[in-house]
């Protein structure tokens, strides 16, 4: 068993390095899309910005505390889409039949789709996104105790271990019909978008029930920001983007209930 994981380690950091050096193959076009990128995921700070350049506060909150959900939930969803990338694109894979390629590989099919596609003109955004949150921690003036600290890293880890497991949730539904993909759309980039502020200005206690429960955005986001903000003082709430876990095992699941489903094209 440890052979393998040493095997399976070796194998995803071979992969990894293969990617990055087709990546930077054509140095010009890599920096480009890096560039465009992060021109994009800049219009949603800068709309941000705006809003409270002429409201100054929003039910309560200011823009460093804004920052602070807006940032942290970027981080998660660059990072997935830069290691995940292959589940995202998955639906292709179905289309074309190559999926049944992956199905003769000696490997874990699990990593068999991780390797597939890594998409580092992304760590534009991620790098913006570190940056904005930098600034928001110094504005918003946290006070860092083991606590703090604790509910800090694991609100990071959360959101992308939730947006990871949305990918391959999203993979798991092309088994099953190939436009359940933009469903799925609503809740990766929908979610990216409603999680960059706090939950409770939408004025919807059962859209914040829905996003904890059912697809756990909140416990990623909104019930350690609170805590962190002071806002909440129970370390429960610190501890909630562990549910994130929980979904992505069910995402798993359930992407392996689609294989096992899967009908071969037969080519």
């Not at 580092?120 to 083991?146: C, D, E, M, P």
Request: charged content about 10%.
């Amino acid at each position: 068993m440890k052979t393998y994981h040493v095997s399976a380690f070796r194998m995803y950091r071979s992969f990894f390095s293969m990617h990055l050096r087709t990546a930077m193959e054509y140095k010009s076009s890599f920096l480009m899309t890096i560039f465009g990128m992060t021109l994009t995921s800049f219009a949603s700070f800068l709309a941000i910005w705006i809003l409270f350049d002429r409201f100054h506060t929003v039910d309560g909150y200011t823009l460093s505390e804004v920052l602070l959900c807006h940032s942290t939930i970027m981080i998660g969803f660059s990072i997935s889409e830069i290691l995940l990338r292959g589940f995202d694109v998955f639906s292709s894979q179905v289309q074309s039949g190559s999926f049944d390629r992956l199905l003769l590989r000696p490997r874990t099919l699990f990593l068999s789709v991780l390797v597939s596609r890594m998409e580092f003109a992304r760590v534009g955004r991620l790098v913006q996104s570190i940056v904005i949150l930098i600034y928001a921690v110094w504005k918003t003036n946290l006070t860092f105790t083991a606590a703090h600290t604790a509910a800090f890293v694991l609100m990071i880890l959360g959101s992308a271990v939730f947006f990871s497991a949305l990918m391959i949730l999203g993979a798991g539904v092309c088994f099953f019909t190939i436009e359940g993909i933009e469903v799925m759309n609503i809740f990766t980039h929908g979610g990216k978008e409603l999680g960059s502020y706090p939950l409770d200005i939408y004025n919807s206690r059962a859209l914040i029930l829905f996003f904890t429960f059912f697809v756990p955005l909140s416990c990623a986001q909104y019930y350690p920001f609170l805590y962190l903000t002071g806002r909440e003082s129970s370390f429960f709430y610190a501890l909630t983007p562990c549910y994130t876990i929980v979904f992505f095992l069910f995402s798993l699941i359930f992407f392996y209930f689609g294989v096992r489903h899967y009908q071969s094209t037969g080519s």
